[in-house]
C-alpha cells in the first residue's frame, strides 16, 4: 500500500506534465481543479478525519514538532523576505511550502511501511492536531495576509473565516466534541469526496511545472526544499534527544518532519498567487527528493 500511495504521486504528476501537451487543454485548467480540492475534497477531509482526532497530552511532543518548525520557518522567512528584499508573495509561499510537510497522503504509508501499523497513529497525532490544523488556520491566514497588494485587517479575517477549509475545520471540531463521528452513507459519500484530493492536486502541480523555470526558481527551491527536508528533521532529531521520549515516538516525529512539502499548502499558495510556479515545483520536485532523503534519514534512525 505504501509503495501503491508514492507511485501514484508520480504517475498523477506526470498525467499533469503531459496535459499540457493537449491543445484542447484550457491555459489555466489548474485554477479550476484548484477550486475542486478547496471547495469540496478539503472539506470532506476535514469532516472525515478531525472529528476523530483523540488529545492526548501524553503525546504532545508529536503535536508540537509541526507547530515549532511552522513558527521556526514564519519567523526566519521573515527575517530573510526584510533583508534581501524579497517579494510578498515569495515570502508567504516559502513559509507555506517549507513549514508545511506532506505528513498524511506521503507520511502515513511511509510510516506504517518502516515502523509498523501501531506507529500509524503516532503519525496521525503529527498530521491532524499539527500540520492539518496548522494549514487550516494559519497556512489560511499566511496565504490571504502575503497575497499581492495590502490588504485591511477586517478584510484579512474575513477571508480566513469564510475560507471553505477553515469553516468545515471548525464545523468539524464542534462536532467532534459533541461527539459525532462520520458513519454509515455519510462517510461514504465524504471518502469518495476526499479521495479526489490527492490526483487532482498532483495534476494541478503536473499542469503548472515548467522545466526551464527549475533554472529559475534554482535558489528559492533550495532553500525551501533544503529547510523542509534536512533543516526540519535535524531540529527535532537534537531537540528531542533531551525530552527521553520512547524510541518509536522519537523515529516517527523525526521521520514525519522530513516528509516533503505540503500538498494542500502549495494549493493555497497557487490559489492566493503566492509564486504558483515555486510552490507547484516545491511539491513536484519535493516528493520524488524526499524519497531518497527519508531513506538516509531512515539510515540515521
Not at 476523530?52 to 519567523?75: C, E, K, Q
Not at 494549514?135 to 490571504?144: E, P, R
Not at 504558483?276 to 540515521?300: H, N, Q
Amino acid at each position: 500500500m505504501g509503495m501503491t500511495n508514492i507511485i501514484l504521486l508520480l504517475i498523477c504528476l506526470i498525467i499533469g506534465i503531459l496535459m499540457q501537451r493537449l491543445k484542447a487543454m484550457p491555459q489555466n485548467a489548474h485554477v479550476a481543479l484548484n477550486q475542486v480540492i478547496l471547495y469540496v475534497a478539503l472539506p470532506a477531509i476535514a469532516l472525515l478525519n478531525v472529528p476523530n482526532i483523540h488529545w492526548n497530552l501524553s503525546l504532545f511532543s508529536l503535536i508540537l514538532a509541526p507547530w515549532l518548525w511552522f513558527f521556526v520557518v514564519w519567523g526566519l522567512m521573515t527575517y530573510l523576505g526584510a533583508k534581501f528584499h524579497w517579494r510578498k508573495t515569495l515570502v508567504g509561499c516559502l513559509i507555506l511550502c517549507a513549514g508545511c510537510g506532506n505528513t498524511s497522503f506521503v507520511g502515513y504509508p511511509i510510516i506504517e511501511a518502516l515502523f509498523g501499523k501501531d506507529a500509524l497513529s503516532y503519525a496521525i497525532l503529527f498530521d491532524q492536531p499539527g500540520t492539518f490544523l496548522i494549514s487550516s488556520s494559519f497556512g489560511v491566514y499566511i496565504a490571504a495576509a502575503y497575497s499581492s497588494g495590502n490588504v485591511p485587517l477586517p478584510s484579512l479575517l474575513k477571508k480566513v473565516v469564510t475560507f471553505p477549509f477553515f469553516i468545515a475545520f471548525f464545523i468539524s471540531l464542534i462536532l467532534g466534541m459533541l461527539g459525532w463521528h462520520a458513519e454509515g452513507d455519510i462517510k461514504i459519500i465524504l471518502e469518495k469526496l476526499a479521495v479526489l484530493m490527492t490526483p487532482l492536486a498532483l495534476i494541478s502541480v503536473g499542469l503548472q511545472l515548467k522545466m526551464g523555470d527549475f533554472k529559475t526558481e534554482k535558489k528559492y527551491l533550495s532553500l525551501g526544499l533544503g529547510l523542509k527536508l534536512i533543516i526540519c528533521p535535524l531540529m527535532i532529531f537534537i531537540l528531542y534527544q533531551f525530552l527521553n521520549l520512547p524510541p518509536e515516538i522519537f523515529k516517527v516525529a523525526v521521520m514525519e518532519g522530513a516528509m516533503a512539502p505540503m500538498i494542500t499548502a502549495s494549493i493555497l499558495a497557487s490559489t492566493y498567487g503566492l509564486e504558483p510556479k515555486l510552490a507547484g515545483m516545491m511539491v513536484g520536485l519535493g516528493v520524488p527528493v524526499s524519497l531518497i532523503t527519508l531513506s538516509l534519514w531512515y539510515l540515521v534512525l
